[in-house]
């Protein structure tokens, strides 16, 4: 999607042609993505991520990097003579959201819902994880949610009907 930032192209400059592909995906992120990276930076100094805070920010977002990826990333955007003020915390965050991969992302989602020892998300497993996450859904609801996504109807909710389900949404 963002290929070939350095060359130019249309006449345009390679930053402000990369300004341009950013100013686009800052549009096309829902409103949580845009919240969850604002809430990310706020929970640090209000002067900013300090170059030694990036990683955690980052997993705050679901984004576990090795000490070598965050290094890269902070010599890109040569940010080792301060902290991160919100715009490159959020091209950092933009890079990051493009290289990620919705099937894998979807598979792992899949797994931590199945019951163990299945390859199925049933209504046990889906109460269970309500229960860790704090989430307040009572049984009727918990049931709805699997025969809406169990095309099957053997009261349990298979990987391609998760995906399915997933898709129609437009969570993934």
Do not use: H, W
């Amino acid at each position: 999607m963002r290929g070939n930032r350095g060359a130019k192209q249309n006449g345009k400059e390679p930053e402000k042609k990369e300004k341009n592909e950013q100013q686009k995906i800052k549009n096309e992120l829902t409103e949580e993505q845009k919240r969850e990276i604002k809430d990310a930076f706020s929970s640090f100094e209000d002067s900013g991520i300090l170059p030694e805070e990036l990683k955690s920010a980052m997993q705050a977002l679901g984004f576990d990097q090795k000490n070598q990826e965050v290094q890269k990333i902070l010599d890109k955007i040569d940010s080792q003579k301060g902290p991160l003020n919100y715009n490159q915390f959020l091209d950092v965050m933009l890079d990051k959201e493009d290289e990620r991969d919705p099937q894998s992302e979807l598979q792992k989602a899949f797994k931590v819902l199945c019951e163990e020892g299945t390859e199925k998300i049933t209504f046990k497993s889906l109460s269970k994880i309500c229960g860790d996450l704090g989430e307040k859904i009572n049984e009727e609801e918990l049931q709805e949610m699997i025969n809406e996504a169990d095309k099957d109807q053997d009261e349990e909710v298979g990987e391609e009907d998760f995906f399915k389900m997933m898709q129609k949404t437009g969570m993934f």
